[in-house]
């Protein structure tokens, strides 16, 4: 007799799919194949396992709970070839431990939204192992990575994901598509490492993300008081940015040009 499935557990925050429809969207907007090297975090109860496995002959999946991730190949059949669960928590999982993927890693997954920002930022870190990622996040989180200057979602989540990968926002999905049914809409985002040309890039990538941080962590402040403690008023206008300009008014290439001259100006402090 099969064994019966443990009830939905909030703080993993488990809302399962059970949609065939929308999973079947899903499966086609990663495109399995055989050859590619698939992550699936999150992989539950295994409604988008089962159909990625099928395609691709082989993924690793990534699940903390581990009543879980002990069903997961009895439920898929038994011991499914191809498949290698790692029971641990996604945030101290590192891509590098599954050795080569010569043409880079697709990370898929319908997000455990507790931990969706701080996952992205640690993807992020990883970027240069990954061809492409699509996710289902909470619609709101979606929004915020998407979100262009100007705009009141726009801050230092649009930034780092947008100076890291291109986006593509595909499709948004309504609470009836999930066991239980979440409060909230969700979207399907793919994101695209981009690999940057030189004078587009961050001299420092950790000053890059020292600078963003800084700038949105308040917001209402001007970048001369925000970014004190990094650089002058000279700096900022040196590179034709106003310092009296609010963070959320510069592009990603604002950015850039900021960060590269506080990097300039510390080596020739240093
Ligand atoms: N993929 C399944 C589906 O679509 O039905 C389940 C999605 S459910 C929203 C999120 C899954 O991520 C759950 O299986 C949960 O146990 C798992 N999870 C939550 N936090 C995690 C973490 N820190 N590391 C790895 N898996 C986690």
Excluded at 80 to 98: A, K, T
Excluded at 124 to 149: G, N, S, Y
Aim: proline share 8%; glycine share 8%.
């Amino acid at each position: 007799m099969a064994a019966s499935l443990p009830p939905p557990r909030k703080r993993y925050g488990q809302h399962f799919l059970h949609d065939p429809a929308i999973i079947a969207r899903i499966v086609e907007a990663i495109g399995p194949r055989p050859g590619r090297r698939i992550v699936e975090i999150g992989p539950g109860r295994g409604a988008l396992t089962a159909p990625l496995l099928e395609a691709a002959c082989a993924l690793d999946v990534v699940e903390i709970d581990r009543e879980l991730a002990a069903m997961l190949p009895a439920r898929l059949g038994t011991t499914p070839q191809g498949l290698r669960v790692h029971c641990q928590d996604v945030l101290d999982f590192r891509l590098g431990e599954l050795g080569t993927a010569p043409s880079g890693y697709d990370v898929v997954g319908n997000l455990p939204y507790n931990i969706s920002t701080p996952l992205i930022f640690h993807l992020l870190r990883q970027a240069d192992l990954i061809r492409t990622m699509v996710f289902m996040l909470q619609k709101e989180v979606a929004d915020r990575i998407a979100a262009p200057p100007d705009n009141k979602q726009y801050g230092r989540l649009s930034v780092m994901v947008q100076y890291h990968c291109l986006v593509d926002r595909l499709f948004t999905i309504g609470p009836g598509a999930f066991t239980p049914p979440p409060k909230v809409e969700s979207t399907v985002i793919r994101l695209t490492p981009r690999r940057r040309a030189a004078g587009e890039r961050a001299l420092n990538e950790a000053d890059f993300s020292a600078v963003v941080a800084r700038a949105f962590s308040t917001r209402r402040k001007t970048l001369r008081n925000a970014l004190r403690d990094f650089c002058n008023t000279e700096d900022i206008l040196g590179v034709g940015i106003d310092p009296g300009a609010r963070a959320e008014t510069l592009s990603v290439a604002d950015f850039v040009r900021l960060s590269n001259a506080i990097a300039t100006v510390r080596c020739r402090v240093m």
